[in-house]
């Protein structure tokens, strides 16, 4: 169910109040073969599949800018940073309380510290708060084998493969003292950490699945478990 096609009444008159699953991504490069959108794709998906997944789920329109300025320098870009997208989301779930929860589905690893941060506030305010997001392998980070693949499998009209080349394949730990100095840019001349190259469809469709296991478990033990 999305909130964006109800009205107040509908979701007033609900006998419970549902729980609130809102996509978070970026608007940022991924490479030379996959969108800008692509974190917004693969979050709002999540999302979707978690309502089908359970009736008490309501997803709200995506949160499509992020904490993205590591990727600054690749054309198309746009980032809000660290300290506005934490405020965002502490004001947004601060006014989202006639909700049971919210979950926040992040399809961006650059927004994971704002993300945590604004967590622990608003937990702190007694409010029933879950961040979320999918995992990978460290050596397959941005617009590489996986994110292609589920790129491939959700929109593949929106996928160059002909442009796909290997980029930075080194574990993410590695990376990182660079990474953090001068950004992607610094480690990628094409913005690629992992390799695209081996991607397939049905291998994004494994992904998706695996991910939305995990997704719906955490659902499950954190709004079964928090008061």
């Given at each position: 169910?999305?909130?964006?096609e109800?009205?107040?009444?509908?979701?007033a008159?609900?006998a419970?109040?549902p729980l609130?699953?809102?996509?978070?991504g970026?608007?940022?490069q991924?490479?030379?073969h996959?969108p800008?959108?692509?974190?917004?794709?693969?979050?709002v998906?999540l999302?979707?599949?978690?309502a089908?997944?359970?009736?008490?789920?309501?997803?709200a329109?995506?949160?499509?800018?992020?904490?993205?300025?590591?990727?600054?320098?690749?054309p198309?870009?746009?980032s809000?940073g660290q300290r506005a997208?934490?405020l965002?989301i502490v004001?947004?779930?601060?006014?989202?309380?006639e909700?049971a929860?919210v979950?926040l589905v992040?399809?961006?690893?650059?927004n994971?510290?704002?993300?945590?941060?604004?967590?622990e506030?608003?937990?702190g305010?007694?409010?029933?708060?879950?961040?979320?997001s999918?995992?990978?392998?460290a050596?397959?980070?941005h617009?590489?084998?996986?994110?292609?693949?589920?790129?491939?499998h959700?929109a593949?009209?929106q996928?160059t493969?002909?442009r796909?080349r290997p980029g930075?394949?080194?574990p993410?730990?590695?990376?990182?003292p660079?990474?953090?100095?001068?950004?992607v840019?610094?480690?990628s001349d094409?913005?690629?950490l992992?390799d695209?190259?081996?991607a397939?469809?049905?291998?994004?469709?494994r992904?998706?699945d695996?991910w939305?296991?995990a997704?719906?478990t955490?659902?499950t033990d954190?709004?079964?478990?928090c008061?």
């Amino acid at each position: 169910m999305r909130l964006d096609e109800l009205t107040s009444t509908d979701l007033a008159e609900r006998a419970h109040p549902p729980l609130l699953a809102v996509p978070l991504g970026a608007t940022e490069q991924h490479g030379p073969h996959l969108p800008l959108g692509t974190d917004t794709a693969v979050a709002v998906e999540l999302c979707r599949r978690l309502a089908t997944e359970r009736a008490d789920i309501v997803v709200a329109p995506a949160i499509t800018y992020g904490s993205s300025g590591e990727h600054a320098g690749f054309p198309g870009t746009l980032s809000i940073g660290q300290r506005a997208l934490e405020l965002l989301i502490v004001e947004l779930v601060r006014s989202a309380d006639e909700f049971a929860g919210v979950i926040l589905v992040n399809g961006h690893g650059g927004n994971l510290r704002p993300l945590r941060a604004a967590g622990e506030l608003l937990r702190g305010e007694g409010r029933r708060v879950l961040v979320w997001s999918p995992t990978g392998p460290a050596d397959d980070t941005h617009a590489g084998h996986g994110e292609t693949s589920v790129m491939l499998h959700l929109a593949p009209e929106q996928v160059t493969m002909r442009r796909a080349r290997p980029g930075n394949t080194r574990p993410l730990r590695e990376l990182m003292p660079a990474l953090l100095n001068g950004g992607v840019a610094a480690v990628s001349d094409s913005g690629v950490l992992g390799d695209p190259t081996t991607a397939t469809a049905a291998e994004g469709g494994r992904i998706l699945d695996a991910w939305t296991t995990a997704l719906c478990t955490a659902v499950t033990d954190y709004f079964s478990s928090c008061p």
